[in-house]
């Protein structure tokens, strides 16, 4: 069994404010009963309203009398009427095969609501409103059921924490703790699932609980089945196809308990799909030609699958291939295979839209037999990887972040406007921290938070060009056009015809460059580890009264999403290799960002900074807030800045650890020291200003 728990950020939310997150959830039960651990019955102890929902597979006879899920005292046996019995129990359970008997007043109050289904998959739903003094109940699939209200009236409505307060050592059981009387034994289902939120849910919330309505509602590790208006998307033990029960050929009927109708969703991190039958323990092939079946795989094979909305509110999910079309349970086969036909425009139909349902859980080794395999598939053949910086050139010509005449401009020069950093699904432009993005027609560059931020797709080339793709963004394809002028940009294309137009040559990006002025001082942050090249140092930073204290040794390699303050005596542009990530740093003051972004919050950055009249140095002062609200400023790409502190100092001045001392000049003994630079070369005679290794210590020069 594998057990869940999550957590409200609150277990005090109002009624009818209540946000779809169980405070308890448990998976695979199995055979009641089963008894909550403390910390959960600890949860659920304190709430007044609450939902309660249960997913169980009902035997062929519910012989069994007793609770699928009750709060009780052990030792307190629950008379057979449940009514007069003066005691504080919360009771949702079944007295025979046909009559439901919901119990949940304090003194043993209960209704009959109407016959619970046998030998089936259903949602039990229990609802207690104490605001209302009401109770409600849902018993039924997840496209049928019924409701039953019960207003108390003088009876006060039992929760769980009425019967903590009555009954200190109560527990918490599912499918039990009413064995004392004989008349409420334990109830005879299976138990897939429990969840207990905080608050009351509608009839139409606890039916929607489980379906994926968004693309972003899959979640790696669940288990769906996929249902269009034609039939269910499964197997057969001996056929390598996939099927529809649409076909009286199959003589199969789908269900959410058979693993051969069961899939799973896996999302690799480059934010690609691939989909996995339980029951066949097989992936499904997309390599397959239009207008034929859809076949089984035993690795992924060819592109992920593309998800897609349909306009069917009731039927929302639709998916694809790049190459294939998509998939329908099409009437043309009388095999009753699935196949992959025509377009998204042309098949938002019945036999193309599917009804997605979260049925359960894939057990963990199989997850991670998925996660082997799709790793290992991506290594040798997903073009580009998220969490890496790339080029993208047409003959030479290369995308940068520079925009001309409204357009995004390519040049023959690949330098740092040239690095676009991929995040699995798109493209940040290095040197401004935008994203690639389309407004309408237009390509252009958008700030973090947009709603025209595009997805990224990459492909192989139409026209079967050798090591070149073609890039995919707000269903438009990328190629390289000519202004009168004879320079270059991005142009848009609503299908990858313009042949050799475009196909990109996509190249790993090794070293980021990064820009030291006169100042000799910069910031840096990046989502990769860099290694920090010769004639730099680079210092994470710690807070120590009025100072910005760096750290005493400089790092040899910036691990990942870390702030650093750089130093060079050499002003110049210095590249810093991509590297293997390294441990974080602890105690670090420096946070950042690789995208531009706008930070609500006070802080400081890197600048020069004046105080009482004396002479300018660098250090960190207050952002500007450049226009934008009070307490809000722009942090530009893969830069650092401090938090704004609470002691009211207006800036930090560095030095370099504890030891450093700030001096005019070096005096140097009888004894002759030897001085070195930061780079490790001796220093006959100290000319200029900065920081240098004297006697072993460091000491800066002004």
């Not at 009398?65 to 052990?74: E, I, L, Q, S, Y």
């Not at 504080?88 to 949940?104: E, P, Q, R, T, W």
């Not at 789908?254 to 066949?280: A, C, H, M, P, R």
């Not at 840096?524 to 140092?537: K, L, M």
């Amino acid at each position: 069994m594998k057990k869940i728990t999550l957590f409200l950020v609150s277990l005090f939310l109002a009624v009818g404010a209540m946000a779809q997150t169980p405070v308890v959830t448990v998976d695979n039960i199995g055979t009641a009963p089963y008894k909550l651990d403390d910390a959960d019955a600890a949860k659920i102890f304190e709430l007044e309203n609450l939902t309660i929902v249960l997913d169980v597979t009902t035997a062929a006879s519910l012989s069994g009398r007793g609770a699928f899920f009750c709060v009780a005292d052990p030792a307190q046996a629950v008379p057979g009427s449940f009514s007069g019995s003066n005691t504080s129990f919360m009771a949702c359970g079944h007295v025979n095969a046909s009559i439901a008997y919901l119990a949940a007043a304090k003194d043993g109050q209960h209704f009959s609501t109407g016959t619970i289904p046998a030998n089936s998959t259903i949602k039990i739903a229990y609802v207690f409103d104490k605001t209302n003094n009401k109770f409600k109940s849902y018993i039924g699939d997840t496209n049928a059921g019924w409701t039953m209200d019960r207003d108390f009236g003088t009876y006060e409505i039992a929760t769980p924490k009425m019967v903590k307060e009555d009954f200190a050592n109560a527990n918490i059981y599912i499918g039990g703790g009413m064995a004392n009387n004989a008349n409420h034994e334990l109830g005879d289902a299976t138990i897939h699932k429990v969840r207990v939120y905080n608050g009351t849910l509608t009839v139409d919330e606890i039916k929607n609980l489980d379906f994926v309505k968004e693309i972003s509602d899959f979640e790696n590790g669940k288990i769906y089945t996929f249902v269009t208006e034609r039939g269910w998307m499964g197997a057969k033990d001996d056929n390598d196809k996939v099927i529809s029960t649409v076909y009286t050929a199959n003589a199969v009927t789908g269900s959410k308990t058979d693993e051969n109708f069961q899939w799973t969703v896996y999302k690799s991190i480059n934010n690609k799909y691939y989909l996995y039958n339980v029951g066949k323990e097989m992936f499904m092939g997309v390599e397959s030609a239009n207008n034929t079946a859809v076949p089984f795989a035993a690795t992924p094979q060819g592109l992920s699958l593309t998800f897609k909305k349909s306009s069917n509110a009731a039927y929302p999910i639709m998916f694809s291939t790049d190459n294939a079309g998509v998939v329908n349970h099409s009437g043309n086969h009388a095999s009753g295979l699935i196949t992959w036909t025509g377009g998204w425009n042309t098949l938002d139909d019945s036999g193309s839209n599917h009804k997605v349902e979260a049925v359960g859980t894939l057990d963990s080794e199989t997850l991670a037999n998925i996660a082997e395999l799709v790793a290992a598939y991506e290594a040798e053949n997903v073009l580009v990887h998220a969490g890496k910086y790339y080029t993208f050139n047409q003959n030479g010509n290369y995308i940068t972040s520079e925009v001309a005449n409204s357009r995004i401009a390519c040049s023959t020069i690949k330098d740092a406007s040239a690095i676009y950093y991929f995040d699995g699904e798109h493209l940040l432009a290095y040197k401004t921290g935008l994203y690639f993005g389309l407004n309408t027609n237009d390509w252009t560059f958008e700030a973090i938070g947009s709603n025209d931020i595009s997805a990224i797709e990459f492909v192989a080339a139409a026209n079967g060009a050798e090591e070149k793709y073609n890039i995919k963004s707000g269903g438009r394809w990328l190629h390289l056009s000519a202004n009168g002028d004879g320079s270059t940009f991005v142009n848009r294309c609503s299908a990858n015809t313009c042949g050799d137009a475009h196909n990109w040559a996509i190249e790993t990006v090794e070293a980021l460059p990064v820009t030291i002025s006169a100042a000799k001082y910069a910031t840096f942050f990046a989502p990769v580890a860099v290694t920090v090249p010769s004639g730099v140092t680079a210092h994470t930073v710690t807070i120590n009264g009025e100072w910005a204290t760096l750290s005493e040794e400089s790092l040899t390699v910036i691990p990942a999403n870390t702030g650093v303050v750089l130093y060079s005596e050499t002003a110049d542009t210095y590249n810093f290799t991509i590297t293997e990530n390294v441990e974080a740093i602890e105690g670090n003051a420096l946070l950042g960002s690789a995208a531009a972004t706008y930070i609500t919050a006070d802080a400081y950055v890197l600048g020069y900074i004046n105080e009482d009249g004396a002479p300018a140095e660098v250090g960190f002062g207050k952002a500007v807030t450049n226009g934008q609200a009070e307490g809000t400023f722009l942090n530009n790409s893969h830069k650092a800045y401090l938090p704004a502190p609470t002691n009211g100092i207006k800036s930090y001045s560095f030095r370099f650890g504890e030891g450093t001392t700030a001096i005019e000049n070096v005096e140097v003994e009888n004894e002759v020291k030897a001085v070195f630079d930061l780079t490790g070369r001796r220093v006959e005679a100290i000319t200029a200003p900065g920081i240098y290794i004297v006697g072993g210590k460091k000491v800066l020069v002004k």
